[in-house]
C-alpha cells in the first residue's frame, strides 16, 4: 500500500473531514517528550522497516459498532494483507492480498486475481480506504511535526491536539453556517448523527484535534474521530516468517496483469463502481475503474490511496485525471495516473492544495484541464472554474465562482459550454435553483444560452442537454436555437459522456427496481448495449 509518511499536523487536516477525535482519558503527568527523540524513533522505525519484517493491526471504528480490521505481515521484499468486517460480535474475512514479485495476488469471496500494484477492483468500494488508514506512519522530522500541545501519556502512549490549519477553520465554520441555514429552515433534516457531527466539528475548532503517538516506535497509533476513529495496534518486529504466508501456488488466479493501454485505447472508459451495493440500498461509496468497453473487462484506476472518482483521459488515452481525498491533507486533490506505469502525480500547486477540485476536461490540443475548485471561502455550492497546465501541473482561475458544472470545450480552445444553476438568493442553500446552459470565453466572461441539464458537446456545433420540465433530451445549436428532440428523448437515461470516436455516448441507463447500467449507444440512436454486466452501482462514466 501507499508508503508516504504524513506528520501529525497533516492528518490533523484529515480529521476535520472525520470530525474531531473523542476526549483523551486520564493521563501521567508531567514534561512533554523530547520530540527531536520522537522522530529520531520515528527515523529508525522506518530504516527497520525496510530491513526487517513486522506485523501489526488497524482497526477502524465505525458507527453502529462496526469494526473493519486490517492485518499485515510486512517483510522488505512481500506483504500480506487482511481485511475483515465486525457487526454484532461476527467477523467475516472479506478480503486477502499477498504482494510478492511486483504482483498483488488479491481474493475477495470467491473471486480471486492478480493485478498490477493497486490495480485489484475489490467490490467494497471504500477497501483502500481502510487499506490507507492501515499503514503505519511515522514521525521522521522534529522540525513541524504538528505536535502542537501535549495532554499528557499513559503506557507509552503520548496524546496531542493539534489546531487546525487557517482554511480548515474557514472550511469548519462555512460547514457550520450551511448547518445553521438548515437547521432555520427545515430542522428535521439535522438527524442525530449529522447533530453530533456538528458537535465534533465545533470541539474541533474551539480544542483542536487530537493524535496519539507510540513514543518508542515514533509512529502514529490513533487518529481520526469518535465514531471514525483508527488504531494502530501491536506492532512487532518477528524474526522468522511462516514459509506459507506468501504462498499462492495451487490456487487459480484470473490474470489482470497485462497493460491495459496495450490494446485498443478508444474502447477504454472510466467510471465509479462499488460492487457490494444492490437496489433498493441507500447510496455507496464508488472507487474508480478502468473499464475495457470491447471486453466487459475492469480493474481499477491505480489510485496509490483512498477512492478515486474519474474524471477523463489525457492525451494520448495512457493516462488519466482522477479526484481523490488526501489522506494525508484531508483535501480532494486533482491527480494525474499513469495507466502504463501506474504513476501518480498531483496536479494544480499551490492554489488546488487545498479545498476541493473535480470534474476535470481536456482542452482540444491535450494541454490543459480545465475542472473545479471550492477552496474555504467559497460558497457551499459554488466552484471556481480553473485552468491547470498538464505539463507543469500550475493552475489558475478562470471567471468569478458560481454554482456551476459540466465543462465541455468548445472547439480550438475557445472556451466553454457549461451549465449554471442561478438563484434569486445564493446564500440560500433552500431555494430554487434555475440551471442554464452558458458559454464562457477563456477571459471568464459568461453568458446565457438556454435553460436545460447536462450540457455535453457533440461535434462542436451542437449540444445535447436534458430538457427538465420534458423529462427528455434535445439538442441545439451554440447559441441554443433550433432545439431538436433527441433519439426518442431517452428518458431513463442520464449523464452523457461522448466517445472519442465521436459517434457514440456512453450514458447511465435508469430503470425501477433495477441498478444503473452503463450503456453504450450509437449517437442519435435510441437502442444501445450494456457496457458491462458485473452488478453493483456504476456512476460517473467518462470515455473522453
Request: aromatic share 8%.
Amino acid at each position: 500500500m501507499n508508503r508516504r509518511r504524513p506528520t501529525p499536523a497533516a492528518w490533523a487536516c484529515a480529521c476535520l473531514l472525520l470530525a474531531a477525535a473523542p476526549p483523551a482519558p486520564a493521563q501521567q503527568a508531567g514534561p512533554a517528550p523530547d520530540v527531536a527523540a520522537i522522530a529520531a524513533a520515528g527515523r529508525a522505525t522506518a530504516a527497520r522497516m525496510q530491513k526487517e519484517a513486522c506485523i501489526w493491526k488497524a482497526t477502524t471504528y465505525l458507527q453502529g459498532g462496526v469494526e473493519v480490521l486490517v492485518e499485515v505481515l510486512a517483510t522488505p521484499a512481500r506483504r500480506r494483507t487482511t481485511l475483515s468486517m465486525a457487526a454484532q460480535g461476527r467477523r467475516s474475512e472479506m478480503i486477502r492480498i499477498i504482494e510478492r514479485d511486483g504482483v498483488w495476488y488479491a481474493a475477495e469471496g470467491k473471486k480471486a486475481g492478480k493485478y498490477r500494484p493497486y490495480e485489484a477492483p475489490f467490490e467494497l468500494g471504500t477497501a483502500y480506504h481502510f487499506l490507507t488508514l492501515s499503514q503505519p506512519h511515522v514521525i521522521p522530522d522534529a522540525e513541524d511535526v504538528g505536535l502542537d500541545v501535549y495532554e499528557g501519556t499513559k503506557d507509552g502512549i503520548a496524546t496531542y491536539r493539534t489546531p487546525l490549519a487557517e482554511h480548515q477553520k474557514q472550511q469548519a465554520r462555512q460547514m457550520l453556517a450551511a448547518f445553521d441555514q438548515v437547521e432555520k429552515q427545515t430542522p428535521k433534516a439535522l438527524t442525530p448523527e449529522v447533530r453530533r457531527t456538528i458537535d465534533e466539528i465545533r470541539a474541533a475548532l474551539e480544542r483542536g484535534v487530537a493524535v496519539k503517538v507510540d513514543l518508542a516506535a515514533g509512529m502514529l497509533v490513533q487518529f481520526g474521530a469518535a465514531d471514525k476513529r483508527t488504531e494502530i495496534r501491536e506492532f512487532r518486529w518477528i524474526d522468522r516468517e511462516d514459509p506459507e504466508a506468501f504462498r499462492v501456488e495451487g490456487k487459480s488466479w484470473e490474470d489482470f496483469t497485462s497493460d491495459p493501454t496495450e490494446g485498443d485505447r478508444a474502447e477504454l472508459a472510466v467510471l465509479g463502481h462499488a460492487g457490494t451495493w444492490r437496489p433498493g440500498m441507500k447510496g455507496s461509496d464508488t472507487d474508480g475503474r478502468l473499464l475495457d468497453l470491447s471486453t466487459g473487462r475492469f480493474r481499477r484506476i491505480p489510485f496509490e490511496g483512498s477512492t478515486s472518482i474519474p474524471g477523463c483521459f489525457l492525451k494520448g488515452r495512457t493516462r488519466v485525471a482522477v479526484s481523490s481525498v488526501d489522506p494525508f491533507e484531508g483535501t480532494v486533490g486533482l491527480y494525474e495516473i499513469d495507466l502504463k506505469s501506474g504513476a501518480n502525480r498531483r496536479l494544480g500547486g499551490e492554489l488546488l492544495a487545498i479545498g476541493i477540485t473535480m470534474q476535470p476536461a481536456l482542452s482540444p490540443d491535450g494541454e490543459t484541464l480545465v475542472a473545479l475548485h471550492r477552496g474555504p471561502t467559497e460558497r457551499v455550492l459554488d466552484q471556481q472554474a480553473v485552468l491547470v497546465d498538464v505539463a507543469s501541473g500550475e493552475s489558475r482561475p478562470l471567471g468569478r465562482a458560481r454554482d456551476q458544472a459540466f465543462f465541455s470545450w468548445l472547439p480550438e480552445g475557445r472556451g466553454f459550454v457549461f451549465l449554471s444553476r442561478e438563484s434569486a438568493d445564493p446564500d440560500d442553500l433552500q431555494s430554487a435553483r434555475t440551471p442554464w446552459i452558458c458559454r464562457m470565453d477563456m477571459e471568464g466572461k459568461v453568458e446565457r444560452i438556454r435553460q436545460g441539464n447536462f450540457p455535453v458537446l457533440l461535434d462542436g456545433r451542437t449540444i445535447l442537454f436534458r430538457d427538465d420540465a420534458a423529462k427528455a433530451w434535445r439538442t441545439c445549436g451554440l447559441d441554443g436555437g433550433d432545439p431538436k428532440p433527441y433519439a426518442g428523448g431517452l428518458p431513463d437515461y442520464n449523464f452523457p459522456s461522448l466517445g472519442p470516436d465521436g459517434k457514440r455516448l456512453l450514458m447511465m441507463r435508469f430503470r425501477q427496481g433495477a441498478a444503473p447500467e452503463p450503456t453504450i449507444l450509437p449517437l442519435g440512436s435510441d437502442a444501445g448495449k450494456p457496457a458491462v454486466s458485473a452488478p453493483g452501482l456504476w456512476a460517473s462514466p467518462a470515455w473522453r
